[in-house]
């Protein structure tokens, strides 16, 4: 069965996806020259996390590659926000105080437009909402950025994947495949991102999270990268992906997060990461280019 809906749906896909693949075996820089910088959540230190606030920051300071995370809410939309309630960055209690816990999957997208998630970062963003993916991706194309997509909490909404892939897939998002395709997919959960491979084989893939080395071969059957977070790496641990070829045959890169201070930086580029995923992409790439 499982078998049957991929093959359906990567068919259905196929008039949006490119299925050739690299034939270059250069080294993968994913994100640009190396060590390229990608806006955590957007400049999510400059402007209120997962908005268009926060997109546009990142592009006012030049930075084109964006990360977000991807929810749905109760009457099945796409929304970018990274915790699963609604809590910490909206004024939800106020708007919905019987509601609680405010879960992103409790309530419906009309309800969630009318909720402020700019204030609790600073006064002058209120009244910025919790964009919809259709809408983020928009303002993203309109910046010219990449985007390195998060698949947040997939396990509380099945089918999530089938959906995101649709939406990029209308928005043009897969006609070409990785590393050219300007997004990268990544997630916690490895069953998530195989499921996204089996379905868009054309997308690039990473997973979060710092596998042992001796599995890093089983995750490069459906992933182009491996996102760690920076404490937890080394040298030796980025030579060892860096060894391994992913399913579109480059080696899997390797974007370290969450870095935003100069001295870590230079230590996580030290050790010869792809990139890193910032909240200050602007400090980090100011040390980077000191060197
Ligand atoms: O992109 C890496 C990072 O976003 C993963 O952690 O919790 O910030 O989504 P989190
Ligand atoms: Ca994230």
Same mark, same amino acid.
């Given at each position: &069965?499982?078998?049957?809906?991929?093959?359906?749906?990567?068919?259905?896909?196929?008039?949006?996806?490119?299925?050739?693949? @690299?034939?270059?075996?250069?080294?993968?820089?994913?994100?640009?020259? @190396?060590?390229?910088?990608?806006?955590?959540?957007?400049?999510?230190?400059?402007?209120?996390?997962?908005?268009?606030?926060?997109?546009?920051?990142?592009?006012?300071?030049?930075?084109?590659?964006?990360?977000?995370?991807?929810?749905?809410?109760?009457?099945?939309?796409?929304?970018?926000?990274?915790?699963?309630?609604?809590?910490? *960055?909206?004024?939800?209690?106020?708007?919905?105080?019987?509601?609680?816990?405010?879960?992103?999957?409790?309530?419906?997208?009309?309800?969630?437009?009318? #909720?402020?998630?700019?204030?609790?970062?600073?006064?002058?963003?209120?009244?910025?909402?919790?964009?919809?993916?259709?809408?983020? &991706?928009?303002?993203?194309?309109?910046?010219?950025?990449?985007?390195?997509?998060?698949?947040?909490? @997939?396990?509380?909404?099945?089918?999530?994947?089938?959906?995101?892939?649709?939406?990029?897939?209308?928005?043009?998002? #897969?006609?070409?495949?990785?590393?050219?395709?300007?997004?990268?997919?990544?997630?916690?959960?490895?069953?998530?991102?195989? #499921?996204?491979?089996?379905?868009?084989?054309?997308?690039?893939?990473?997973?979060?999270?710092? @596998?042992?080395?001796?599995?890093?071969?089983?995750?490069?059957?459906?992933?182009?990268?491996?996102?760690?977070?920076?404490?937890?790496?080394? *040298?030796?641990?980025?030579?060892?992906?860096?060894?391994?070829?992913?399913?579109?045959?480059?080696?899997?890169?390797?974007?370290?997060?969450?870095?935003?201070?100069?001295?870590?930086?230079?230590?996580? *580029?030290?050790?010869?990461?792809?990139?890193?995923?910032?909240?200050?992409?602007?400090?980090?790439?100011?040390?980077?280019?000191?060197?």
């Amino acid at each position: &069965m499982y078998a049957r809906v991929v093959a359906a749906f990567a068919a259905a896909l196929l008039g949006a996806t490119a299925l050739l693949l @690299p034939t270059s075996d250069a080294r993968a820089r994913v994100v640009g020259e @190396p060590p390229s910088v990608v806006a955590h959540r957007g400049a999510s230190a400059l402007a209120p996390e997962n908005t268009l606030a926060a997109v546009d920051a990142a592009a006012g300071l030049g930075v084109d590659w964006v990360e977000n995370d991807v929810q749905r809410t109760k009457d099945g939309a796409l929304v970018v926000i990274h915790d699963d309630s609604l809590r910490r *960055t909206t004024d939800v209690e106020e708007v919905f105080p019987g509601r609680s816990p405010w879960k992103v999957k409790d309530f419906t997208a009309a309800e969630i437009a009318r #909720l402020d998630a700019g204030s609790w970062f600073a006064p002058r963003f209120a009244g910025v909402r919790v964009p919809t993916l259709d809408e983020y &991706m928009r303002r993203v194309e309109d910046n010219g950025q990449n985007l390195l997509l998060e698949i947040k909490n @997939p396990e509380l909404y099945p089918g999530i994947e089938q959906q995101i892939l649709k939406l990029l897939g209308n928005e043009g998002r #897969l006609d070409r495949p990785y590393p050219d395709g300007r997004l990268i997919v990544q997630s916690f959960s490895a069953d998530s991102l195989r #499921l996204v491979h089996d379905l868009a084989p054309g997308v690039g893939t990473a997973f979060l999270g710092t @596998p042992p080395v001796a599995d890093l071969p089983e995750y490069a059957a459906f992933t182009d990268g491996i996102n760690p977070s920076y404490a937890s790496i080394s *040298t030796d641990y980025v030579s060892a992906a860096h060894a391994l070829t992913g399913p579109h045959g480059r080696p899997l890169a390797v974007l370290a997060w969450t870095v935003d201070d100069a001295a870590t930086a230079l230590r996580v *580029t030290g050790y010869g990461v792809d990139g890193v995923i910032s909240n200050k992409p602007d400090v980090v790439r100011a040390a980077l280019r000191e060197r």
